[in-house]
């Protein structure tokens, strides 16, 4: 596998887990105890850290991709093993 294979796969696994991990630890004025302010959502979130959450996107990003490539060198799951329909029809 080139470099930038491994790269691509990496930035698209670190978006999906950036918005996995997004609402975890987040809390709504009602939640928090503070005062929703005049033209926000009651749903915006008061204590936003995009600094924690890129850091928590980032090692679980590292961690699927880690599985992802020893799964590619060992081939633990192949396509075939992927095919639920069973081998197709001659």
Do not use: C
């Amino acid at each position: 596998m080139q470099i930038t294979s491994i790269i691509a796969i990496y930035a698209l696994i670190w978006v999906m887990s950036a918005f996995l991990v997004m609402p975890f630890g987040l809390r709504t004025p009602d939640e928090s105890g503070e005062p929703i302010v005049s033209g926000h959502a009651d749903s915006a979130p008061t204590n936003f850290q995009p600094r924690k959450i890129m850091l928590r996107a980032t090692l679980l990003a590292a961690a699927i991709l880690g599985v992802f490539y020893a799964n590619y060198v060992n081939g633990w799951v192949e396509t075939q093993d992927l095919n639920i329909f069973g081998p197709p029809p001659e």
